[in-house]
């Protein structure tokens, strides 16, 4: 058994009845692209009324039992993060600021009315599926050993209240490349009809409402022949807000980046957040203001605007080359990956593959 942070919450270890054993395991990782293997294992915590957070478990990754009155399924009580943990060059394992995956994560529990998780257990959850499946961590270039921590109301009742009873639970997933086609820069679609969030909705909040609105615009971008979907704010139809789930940055030939702002409708990016930091080191200017679809096409065609770029836990740093809509489609610099996009990009994968200098304590090394 392990001791969590949160006094009298003990992390107990249940023996896994039959793992994967090496042989396929090892063929699976080999090649296992973005969230389609999963690990042996997984953490579970309950919460409720009465006790608390409680039952904390590591065990097999298995089915979960759900009463089909369950409220997650009726009023789509849900959060989740996504982060990554990475190897070393001295073969040990890291996670990049899991601290601030766990603040966010509480942000999220409040705007959808769910209790909050300590953030020293939530990194502990983390930390020990981690450790204890180091062995499905996949060789290929790149790869990492994503981890979806979550929580979703399971109390059984049809009623439109806060549940009074969740799980968090954190399952693992070994990764390679998050774009398949490799391609060195992404093509963005325009959705003119499709909003990601308004104000005063959950935008900010890392929940699965968000995503699910995305699907249909991303399922259009994708028939189009392009990677990915951005949404325009929902007043005016107007600012660039994010990808389905990236934040963005734009580059001009005066070294400046502007990047929309937080205003409640944007998810707070980790990688986001991280980038601003180092690119503010490197002496550039960057600027959190509004920036115009139109402005954008008009930008980029006069060449003021010389790269963008799209991030996230995922993706890392994605070029976007790129940009179309029902209104015809321009280019952005060369229409591949720009010279501070790389440089940007290999800052902050030095930092998380340890090969860099971690200036601000980034990296949380495990065992």
Request: glycine share 10%.
């Amino acid at each position: 058994m392990a001791s969590l942070a949160e006094p009298g919450l003990t992390l107990t270890r249940l023996p896994h009845p039959a793992p994967l054993p090496a042989a396929q395991r090892e063929a699976l990782i080999a090649d296992p692209g973005f969230g389609k293997v999963f690990t042996d294992h997984m953490v579970s915590i309950d919460w409720s009324e009465e006790k608390g957070w409680h039952r904390a478990v590591i065990g097999a990754r298995q089915p979960i039992a759900l009463d089909p009155a369950a409220a997650v399924l009726h009023y789509a009580q849900e959060i989740f993060e996504g982060l990554k943990a990475y190897r070393l060059n001295d073969g040990t394992m890291a996670l990049f600021r899991p601290e601030e995956n766990a603040r966010r994560f509480n942000d999220s529990a409040r705007r959808l009315a769910m209790p909050e998780l300590p953030e020293d257990v939530f990194v502990d959850a983390v930390t020990q599926l981690a450790l204890t499946d180091a062995d499905w961590f996949p060789k290929v270039d790149g790869g990492s050993l994503y981890l979806r921590p979550f929580m979703f109301a399971s109390e059984a009742f049809l009623g439109v209240r806060p549940a009074k009873r969740y799980k968090f639970l954190v399952i693992a997933s070994p990764a390679g490349n998050y774009f398949k086609s490799g391609a060195p820069a992404v093509s963005i679609w325009v959705s003119r009809d499709y909003t990601r969030a308004a104000p005063g909705g959950t935008g900010a909040a890392k929940c699965g409402g968000n995503y699910a609105a995305s699907l249909v615009p991303q399922a259009e971008a994708i028939e189009r022949g392009h990677d990915q979907v951005v949404f325009l704010d929902a007043a005016e139809h107007r600012w660039i807000e994010e990808l389905g789930g990236m934040n963005l940055f734009f580059v001009f030939d005066d070294g400046s980046i502007v990047t929309p702002p937080l205003s409640g409708t944007i998810l707070p990016g980790i990688t986001r957040n991280s980038l601003m930091t180092l690119a503010q080191e490197s002496g550039l200017t960057i600027r959190e203001e509004r920036y115009g679809i139109d402005q954008w096409k008009a930008d980029a065609e006069s060449g003021r605007l010389v790269e963008t770029f799209a991030c996230g836990t995922a993706a890392v740093v994605t070029p976007v080359g790129k940009v179309a809509s029902h209104d015809g489609e321009f280019t952005i610099g060369s229409g591949g990956p720009g010279q501070l996009t790389s440089k940007l990009r290999e800052q902050l994968v030095a930092i998380q593959r340890g090969t860099g200098e971690d200036r601000h304590g980034w990296v949380k090394r495990l065992g």
